[in-house]
């Protein structure tokens, strides 16, 4: 049982490409995650996902894209990377949140994302 | 806007110690509160979760009790390990949306 996976683990750019990150969940979950924790300052919300084929903005969106074509897969795009986006993104998914308490967040193992 | 803090930020105890992580959040308007434990150059391992309807969760050496009207909730770590070092994160989800927010954690490393 892989739970979520994130591909690549590592990567490093220059200022100005782009690149995706995948992740995957074997679990099910309806809602999907990404964010991205930086010393200090804890998780960040990028975007999220309720359900295949639709997307919302969290708290850092500016930047990034996602994408939720499979319930099982969304995708983190930077169109034109920046230093700032320097960080470890992670992954997170769950089961539906409306009216429930007990849903726990598995997450992903991280992409660490270095732009020079 | 929901703010979820931890204190301390770092905490070092000698190994057998009872120790308690402090997490404060301003909103108490939550479905659940859970606690994480994330090692080095890992993901978040969920530990406990507790919903906005309970008082408290233990899962063996861990206790996390919620006090929602004042905003707090503590871990309690009993009879603590070397390999109980990690950073230990709060996360809120809040009524009304689908975020969950984060505090910055705390790095706690237990000396054998």
């Known amino acids: 049982n892989a739970g979520v996976t994130q591909t690549p683990k590592f990567r490093v750019l220059k200022t100005g490409q782009s690149m995706t990150l995948l992740c995957a969940q074997d679990?099910?979950?309806?809602?999907m995650y990404w964010y991205r924790q930086d010393p200090g300052m804890g998780l960040r919300l990028i975007h999220y996902s309720v359900g295949e084929g639709t997307t919302a903005k969290g708290e850092v969106p500016d930047g990034y894209n996602v994408s939720r074509l499979k319930k099982q897969n969304f995708l983190l795009g930077l169109e034109s990377a920046a230093p700032s986006q320097t960080s470890v993104y992670f992954c997170?998914?769950?089961?539906?949140?409306?009216?429930?308490?007990?849903?726990?967040?598995?997450f992903g193992a991280g992409s660490r994302l270095t732009v020079l | 806007k929901q703010e979820v803090t931890q204190i301390p930020a770092a905490l070092s105890v000698p190994e057998g110690e009872n120790l308690v992580l402090n997490c404060s959040f301003t909103d108490s308007a939550i479905y659940n509160l859970q606690w994480f434990r994330q090692d080095p150059g890992k993901g978040l391992t969920s530990l406990l979760l507790?919903?906005?309807?309970?008082r408290e969760q233990t899962s063996g050496r861990l206790n996390a009790s919620l006090d929602k009207s004042s905003g707090r909730s503590t871990l309690y770590i009993a009879a603590s390990q070397p390999g109980d070092s990690a950073t230990y994160l709060c996360?809120?989800?809040?009524?009304?949306?689908?975020?969950?927010?984060f505090g910055a954690g705390t790095r706690l490393f237990v000396k054998a």
């Open positions: 679990m099910n979950h309806e809602y």
């Open positions: 997170a998914s769950s089961y539906s949140t409306r009216g429930s308490g007990a849903n726990v967040l598995t």
């Open positions: 507790i919903q906005s309807s309970q």
């Open positions: 996360a809120v989800r809040s009524t009304g949306g689908f975020k969950t927010i």
